[in-house]
């Protein structure tokens, strides 16, 4: 089956850029049948969509976040990647991957999250 | 840009109905799917409905989903609740391509 699993530092300091990376196994990013999305959680909040990559390295941000956002996707490894730059506390959360159908219908595959703390 | 408004909790007994609202402020909640996502305490996300009224495969039928265009809202209903329902449910959808998700309920059953 479909499994996605997050990687990448679990904590850094502020004004560094988090870098994670999601390796997808049982499905090929390169097939072209879904995006690949970052979506986090704060403490305590709700669900964030960040952004997602199709296998061409086209993407979509999220306004509020775009000036700080690289999604970039290696398909020879079958993985996509989230750079966050200049980060604060307020980017301490649980980060996840997900694998999104083409026909807008929803996340139908999530990584388990990793969690990114930001402190000094 | 649109918002997403969900009831911040609802609670109910176990074997009765509960109906969760996600309520659209702009534009017709008709225009792109509406998909609703479980998330059990410490676990990811997995979704309960998509494409509006679509359960994936796994899903009991207990768990359907709705929109009505007169309300502009979405739906999720959850009948002959368990005491494994409970859980945060999140509504999601589209604007143009960006994603957009509802703030969150908590379903208690009790």
């Known amino acids: 089956q479909v499994q996605l699993q997050e990687s990448g530092p679990g904590l850094l300091k502020p004004s560094q850029t988090l870098s994670l990376t999601c390796t997808v196994s049982?499905?090929?990013?390169?097939?072209?049948?879904?995006?690949w999305s970052w979506i986090r959680q704060r403490p305590g909040k709700g669900l964030e969509w960040i952004g997602y990559?199709?296998?061409?390295?086209?993407?979509s941000y999220n306004p509020s976040l775009k000036s700080r956002l690289t999604i970039s996707v290696d398909t020879s490894k079958n993985q996509f990647s989230l750079k966050m730059s200049s980060v604060t506390a307020a980017d301490t959360a649980l980060y996840f991957c997900?694998?999104?159908?083409?026909?807008?219908?929803?996340?139908?595959?999530w990584g388990q999250g990793t969690t990114v703390t930001v402190s000094s | 840009n649109f918002m997403l408004t969900q009831p911040h909790s609802v609670s109910e007994s176990p074997g009765k109905t509960v109906v969760i609202s996600c309520t659209r402020n702009?534009?017709?909640?008709?225009?792109?799917?509406v998909q609703w996502f479980q998330q059990r305490p410490g676990s990811a996300p997995t979704t309960v409905i998509f494409?509006?009224?679509?359960?994936p495969s796994g899903v009991p039928d207990r768990f359907s989903g709705s929109i009505d265009s007169s309300s502009n809202s979405a739906s999720l209903t959850i009948s002959g609740l368990k005491t494994e329902d409970e859980a945060d449910y999140y509504c999601?959808?589209?604007?143009?391509?960006?994603?957009?998700f509802g703030g969150g309920t908590k379903l208690t059953v009790l």
């Open positions: 997900a694998r999104e159908g083409l026909e807008l219908g929803g996340m139908d595959v």
């Open positions: 049982g499905d090929s990013i390169s097939n072209g049948g879904h995006y």
């Open positions: 990559i199709y296998y061409t390295g086209s993407t």
């Open positions: 702009s534009g017709s909640i008709a225009t792109t799917y």
């Open positions: 494409e509006d009224n679509q359960r």
């Open positions: 999601q959808s589209y604007d143009l391509t960006n994603v957009v």
